[in-house]
């Protein structure tokens, strides 16, 4: 009987695109709980202003945040491609993030995604973890959903 062997190389991840200004990230499917359209947003007074407020889904209140804001990028413009991505997130639970768009779901394998190693000040630089590269040589940049969602101290 022949031996099954196990080629971590091709191991794959898949990656919803989304697309936040003129660029494209990519997020992991593995937390994407939920896509919904946009909705009314209910204000938490006293919160860092990335943190837009929270929504009611299905009965469950959850905290909708604004990554443009929490990168430095310009304010959200909703469209009705704007939509909310509910993360599932071990630590901080359920979380929507606003993006301007989801495009597609690509599926990577180990070759494909570049680990990016580099020491930066600029804190939005760290929300990206690797870079994709994809059939017809388009780049993504991966987000590390933790370092996201993580709350960050208030200057």
Known sequence: MEELKVDLQNETTQFIIVRLGGEQYGIDIKYVD???RMQHITRVPKVQPYLRGVINLRGEVIPVMSIRVKMDLPADEYTKSTRIIIL?????GNIGIIVDE???VVTLDNSQIEKVAYESKEEKDNFIFAIGKYADGGLISLLDLNA???EKESV
């Open 148 to 150: 996201v969602v993580l």
């Open 88 to 92: 599932k997130l071990e630590q901080q």
């Open 102 to 104: 989801v495009k597609e």
């Open 34 to 36: 939920n896509i919904v």
